[in-house]
């Protein structure tokens, strides 16, 4: 009774936390460019660089700072970061043209020492199966954060029309956040594993091919898909940004499918995945109306919902409690390293031949690393368990 109910209590603080947490990481990074370009008077190479300066920053706390702090230590620092974030936001607030480039580092950092965390405490339990269903209560609660958080939003957006007002509202939710960081749990091992040992690791080999499949045209739709949905339809702020809505809408939904039921086999469930991203990548470019728009954003919604959980189950059944903090840290580094790349050069491409083409270039990478997984992985029991 007592460890249902220790099991209890680790879920619903785990998905408050991921909830309150993911849901201002994605309101600040999908809302970086936009503030640059219509408050700050940015280019398009301006406003993806500023995206790309938040992931950087990310990625070296992900990479290189969280990985080698101990348990205890990287404890506090994730408390403080929470604590951190809330007033980051006020920052934002009241920044400029000048100040936004010395406050952005600062909430990269921040983040990175929160968000490998909670993936890495929502895969310490014991037993394999509890520990997947627990990743991927953790991943339907992103989702649900990013209904959330654009919704809010759109509202905030809507009501005052002022992006700096967006990053006010969200303080609350990060000062919930950092209300509960303490009571997150942290891996109780004596020495935990780093280096570069670990990216050997299968766990985090497939891992980084897979989610390449659907994080490289994310970091471009998180950088510029209300620019794109402007400038193509021209629609309003407030409407632009709501395209997040159906598109995160049915990645919940496919998220608490896999909470409910996960999967065992990860095979079919990929390759769908993969197909989908690709055609939808490529119908949502050539979408004639803003509602066909729409309908595409909300079909690339499925890919999202499944391929970063199964990412992560592919970490977990390769992995033991000491090595896990490290590979979780190294796969969202690889993440940022996409994040940072991927706006920087859209941004500059869109400068030559517009935002549509240039996203539609990411089909190749989406593509190439689809066929290496599977050419590989595709009989490798880390994606055929059953």
Do not use: C
Not at 150 to 157: A, F, G, K, M
């Amino acid at each position: 009774m007592s460890s249902q109910r220790d099991f209890l209590y680790m879920a619903i603080t785990l998905a408050l936390i991921t909830i309150t947490s993911r849901a201002t990481n994605n309101m600040v990074t999908t809302t970086l460019a936009p503030l640059g370009k219509y408050v700050f008077g940015f280019t398009n190479v301006m406003a993806g660089l500023l995206e790309a300066l938040i992931y950087m920053s990310t990625f070296i706390s992900t990479s290189y700072l969280n990985p080698r702090m101990n348990a205890r230590v990287r404890r506090n620092a994730f408390i403080a970061s929470n604590l951190a974030i809330a007033i980051i936001l006020v920052l934002y607030y009241f920044s400029n043209a000048e100040l936004i480039w010395l406050i952005t580092p600062l909430a990269g950092i921040s983040f990175g020492l929160i968000l490998p965390n909670l993936i890495t405490s929502a895969s310490l339990v014991e037993d394999k199966k509890t520990a997947e269903r627990l990743l991927g209560l953790y991943s339907t609660s992103l989702s649900i954060s990013l209904i959330i958080g654009p919704s809010l939003e759109t509202y905030i957006l809507h009501l005052t029309g002022s992006y700096k007002m967006v990053f006010l509202a969200f303080t609350p939710l990060a000062l919930i956040g950092a209300g509960i960081a303490w009571t997150i749990k942290f891996p109780n091992v004596k020495r935990e594993k780093y280096g570069l040992s670990a990216l050997k690791n299968k766990g985090f080999i497939t891992s980084v091919l897979s989610i390449t499949t659907y994080n490289v045209p994310f970091a471009a739709f998180t950088a510029f898909l209300t620019i794109y949905a402007i400038e193509k339809f021209h629609v309003s702020s407030a409407i632009g940004y709501s395209s997040y809505i159906p598109f995160f809408a049915l990645s919940f939904l496919t998220r608490s499918f896999m909470t409910i039921r996960p999967f065992n086999s990860l095979k079919y469930p990929l390759l769908i995945s993969i197909i989908i991203t690709a055609f939808g990548l490529g119908f949502m470019v050539f979408a004639p109306s803003f509602m066909s728009f729409l309908i595409m954003m909300a079909l690339l919604g499925i890919p999202h919902g499944s391929i970063f959980p199964m990412s992560t189950v592919m970490i977990a059944r390769a992995t033991t409690q000491e090595e896990r903090n490290a590979i979780n840290s190294y796969f969202l580094a690889y993440n940022n390293i996409l994040f940072t790349s991927i706006p920087a050069i859209i941004g500059f491409l869109s400068e030559f031949i517009g935002l549509g083409y240039s996203m539609l270039l990411l089909e190749i990478p989406v593509i190439v690393s689809a066929v290496i997984f599977f050419v590989k992985y595709w009989s490798d029991p880390i994606i055929n368990r059953r």
